[in-house]
């Protein structure tokens, strides 16, 4: 350990790295309940633009993880978090799913775009509409700007290319509020006492979790599941701390080398 | 004539140079039949994405221009010579109205994907599933990348925030095929049997008529009709040859200046 803090935190990622849809990868729970063994704080950091932090927590104990509802972090959270900060009426391009994080949200007579996952709003016709509301001055909230995420029958497309469609046609950038900003992973770390240098991220993303949580001072650890595509590691520089198979290895590097 | 060839060849654009929807250009037929009396080749080009050949020749009937079919060279003309040259097998994500213009294209298994503004094709699903053909290694074809257009009823998205959306989420780069591209210029003149320094376009687009045109070597003539606004000739570097108020003042100074 010379030369660097004990990890004091451990930030995870959800899909893709502790399941795949509602499979686990192999291991997870265990390794999960072995940094329990330790005395590092842990938090469940997504990008999730479809489902309600209960829905996610519901899914994750089916598939027998030990975790509580307020470890979980979620960038629905953090656009809920933004909205009431600046009193917007959003339109809300999320689905039904995660409508329930928004509970008592002003949404008449909408002034901003709030742009998730929302397979069922992207259509040509309510794209125009959020186009034409930026035009007119609204700004563009995006819950996350993933490229793709991995479905069990393949990859499909995330909110981001949606968002870079309504920037390049309405010449704006939209607000980001999900990983890989820092100020999610900031709020994230936030009640955790503990500084970035203090702290690492597992996730499948390289980009949005690895190069997210480097950028902010963490160290990042890329496993080989979910959306994981050959060669990602050499798409952030700095590199990941390690590349590893899946989260069990991580877990397992954690507890050798960073405590 | 010092120091370069006569004309052999004019390019010429249709919607804003000849005509604005069903009204002709004043002079605009008859300028036309003028050149007509000289040896030079003509060709008429333009970026749609909607309407066919046919249905574009048949407008210009109507409105009594004196021109044939094959003289028409269209961005989904340079698409499906594209297309053949290649063997791709097209996923065409265009307008039933353009369909047309593809008649005869073998378009099972697709291995390609072509893009133009296709509201009924701008859902979910149909992106992505041009996303994962993309992913495997099928090309990205853009008839052209607007950002939007007019509709009656106000701004509307055009083609390019779909392909700019997809580009980001395969990470690539498509290919572009309409006007300001070079080889859609080079395409248009392959037949006629004359280099680019031999040839002039007449358009109402200062960038994508006048510019693209003289990209490729050819003289640009930029009128002073259809999207035209002024200073749009100090837009562009090198500047037009030549700004001139209407298609009649572009063929006369060809008739006086460059045969």
Redesign the interface.
């Known amino acids: 350990m010379a030369g660097r803090q004990a990890v004091k935190a451990v930030l995870i990622d959800l899909s893709g790295t502790l399941h795949i849809e509602n499979t686990a990868i192999p291991g997870a729970q265990d390794a999960l309940n072995r940094l329990r063994q330790t005395s590092v704080a842990l938090k469940f950091v997504t990008n999730t633009t479809k489902e309600s932090k209960k829905n996610l927590l519901e899914r994750l104990q089916r598939l027998n993880f030990n975790l509580q509802e307020q470890e979980i972090f979620t960038s629905l959270s953090a656009a809920r978090n933004l909205i009431e900060q600046k009193q917007h009426r959003p339109l809300l391009l999320v689905e039904d799913s995660a409508l329930e994080d928004f509970a008592g949200i002003d949404t008449s007579d909408p002034n901003a775009v709030v742009i998730g996952l929302a397979?069922?709003h992207?259509?040509?016709?309510t794209?125009?509409k959020a186009?034409?509301m930026i035009?007119s001055g609204a700004p563009l909230i995006a819950i996350h700007k993933a490229?793709?995420y991995k479905r069990t029958d393949?990859?499909?497309?995330?909110p981001?290319?949606?968002v870079?469609?309504?920037e390049?046609?309405a010449?704006c950038k939209a607000t980001v509020v999900g990983k890989p900003e820092n100020t999610f992973f900031a709020q994230a770390l936030s009640d955790l006492g503990c500084r970035p240098d203090e702290a690492v991220m597992i996730g499948d993303d390289a980009r949005d979790d690895v190069g997210g949580a480097q950028a902010t001072g963490m160290m990042g650890i890329l496993v080989r599941t979910g959306k994981y595509r050959e060669g990602d590691e050499n798409k952030i520089n700095p590199p990941p701390h390690l590349t590893c198979d899946s989260f069990p290895d991580a877990v397992e590097h954690i507890l050798k080398n960073l405590l």
Not at 122 to 125: A, V
């Open positions: 397979p069922d992207f259509n040509y016709e794209l125009n186009f034409r035009l490229r793709y393949g990859l499909a497309l995330g981001g290319p949606f870079k469609g309504l390049y046609a010449d």
